[in-house]
Nanobody, 119 residues
């Protein structure tokens, strides 16, 4: 049984910071890409940041220079450090991993954590 447990969301004032964590469990043989997506009300889910097993990263233009994605391979955990938060960052944030169980690679998703940026 695969589980992705997210934590760290909440309410923060503009300019503030939050750190999201996502721990994956479920006896993965290997985990490749890990990342974060977000979905604001009335909008489609969008990629926020992704990190490969080798540590290469990519970010949405809207978060470059403010957000940092990292991973701890020993703990099967991905993090998202969010600084200089803006009201437009308000959304439900979902972690995503691309993992190998048995002989198949699949995408797995967390349950989502709410991030609200408001004064």
């Amino acid at each position: 049984q695969v589980q992705l447990v997210e934590s760290g969301g909440g309410l923060v004032q503009p300019g503030g910071s939050l750190r999201l964590s996502c721990a994956a469990s479920g006896s993965f043989f290997s985990i490749g890409r890990m990342g974060w997506y977000r979905q604001a009300p009335g909008k489609q889910r969008e990629l926020v940041a992704v990190i490969t097993i080798g540590g290469a990263t990519d970010y949405a233009d809207s978060v470059k220079g403010r957000f940092t994605v990292s991973r701890d391979n020993a703990k099967n955990t991905v993090y998202l450090q969010m600084n200089s938060l803006k009201p437009e960052d308000t959304a439900v944030y979902y972690c995503n991993i691309y993992g190998l169980k048995g002989v198949r690679w699949n995408d797995y998703w967390g349950q989502g954590t709410q991030v609200t940026v408001s004064s």
